[in-house]
């Protein structure tokens, strides 16, 4: 049968119900985008669109769901998205915070350093728009002539004030590339946590390793498999889940009426096993494609466990407007839960814990004002 409907972020994290992400900006860099009703409705909250591999933004890429837009997509929904189609059940940690979305892929599925870095620059070049937070779930290739200057444009968003998360990678033991081998990114590996807050931790297989002598990543962890994130509108994925889903509850209802009609003979034996193995058959292409409705599907990798760490930045800034990057990272790190049964090369700080980094973020602010109190600043 499929898998049970997953608890969403903020119930397996734990994590205030409080804050939101309101009054905060959060761009994000991905493949591509689609505006998704869990970013349009009930109230628009897409505050920009661009598009780092163009000189301008073509509409129809962005209102046409197209085969490299889902990833961004739902790296943006698992940020910010509110659960809208899911009646508010898969929601993000940052439900009300303004996105900004930065394309940086290319129509053929290339992704470009010198893209990367245009995008990862674009808060600097529209510094009217407020962004305070960037996530990055995306790497330029290995061989990209532009590495340097994908850590480089890290360094220079960093440095004006801008938070840059970035997705460490899925591949074992290998360091991470550009822009999360970047030093001033916050670099997230990922958590297999069962998808259940109660579930028994473990690490994801993600990348980790020494980037340079003194510079370890990931920084920290959370989770990268599991993750509620809903499917393109209108697409093949889309239009199967929904189709399966239809076509299970008529089979499982069909399977209840040959047992236990009154109105006609029942059901052969052969009838029934021909029910039950249709039954077995969607059910497990269910599994396989990882629907969990027919609007959404768990996604796994640490595409998604950044956005996640992202949204609890949204929710530390909501908390504390003044905290600066090296304070949204002091206080995730020291507020992370260590996993004392792995090398903290692969953890970094160990794993995210959203409620306590907004509590470090509170606790920062009524530090700042007691001591202006006590240095007569204030009355």
């Not at 992370?336 to 794993?351: F, R």
């Amino acid at each position: 049968m499929p898998r049970p409907q997953l608890q969403s972020i903020p119930e397996r994290l734990d994590a205030s119900q409080r804050f939101t992400g309101r009054g905060v900006v959060l761009a994000l860099v991905d493949s591509g985008f689609y505006p998704h009703p869990d970013l349009m409705r009930p109230r628009r909250r897409i505050k920009a669109y661009a598009d780092a591999t163009s000189e301008e933004a073509v509409a129809d890429d962005f209102f046409t769901p197209r085969n490299w837009s889902w990833h961004g997509t739902m790296t943006a929904c698992t940020a910010a998205g509110n659960g809208y189609v899911s009646g508010g059940r898969y929601r993000g940690l940052a439900s009300d915070a303004e996105v900004v979305l930065i394309k940086a892929g290319l129509s053929d599925g290339r992704i470009l350093g010198k893209h990367v870095a245009h995008a990862i620059r674009f808060p600097l070049r529209y510094p009217h728009l407020g962004i305070r937070i960037l996530n990055v779930s995306l790497a330029a290739p290995s061989n990209d002539p532009d590495l340097a200057d994908v850590e480089a444009a890290v360094a220079e968003v960093v440095a004006a004030g801008i938070t840059v998360f970035a997705a460490a990678g899925n591949t074992p033991g290998r360091p991470s590339r550009p822009p999360a081998s970047a030093p001033e990114a916050i670099t997230v590996g990922g958590l297999d946590d069962k998808g259940d807050r109660h579930g028994d931790p473990s690490l994801w297989p993600s990348s980790y390793g020494t980037i340079r002598p003194g510079l370890d990543k990931p920084d920290l962890v959370a989770p990268a498999i599991w993750v509620p994130a809903p499917m393109l509108p209108g697409t093949l994925v889309a239009r199967e889940a929904g189709a399966l889903f239809q076509l299970l509850s008529v089979l499982e209802e069909l399977s209840v009426e040959q047992g236990f009609s009154e109105t006609r003979q029942r059901a052969t034996h052969e009838e029934r096993a021909s029910v039950n193995g249709l039954i077995e058959a969607v059910a497990a292409r269910i599994t396989r494609q990882k629907y969990i409705g027919v609007d959404y599907q768990h996604v796994d990798g640490t595409s998604f466990a950044s956005p996640i760490a992202a949204s609890v930045a949204a929710q530390m800034l909501e908390a504390n407007a003044e905290l600066t990057p090296a304070q949204i990272r002091e206080g995730l790190l020291a507020t992370a839960a260590a996993m004392p049964h792995y090398p903290k090369i692969e953890q970094g700080a160990g794993l995210l814990r959203p409620r306590q980094a907004v509590m470090w973020a509170l606790q920062r602010k009524q530090d700042k004002h007691a001591a202006a109190v006590e240095d007569g600043a204030l009355e």
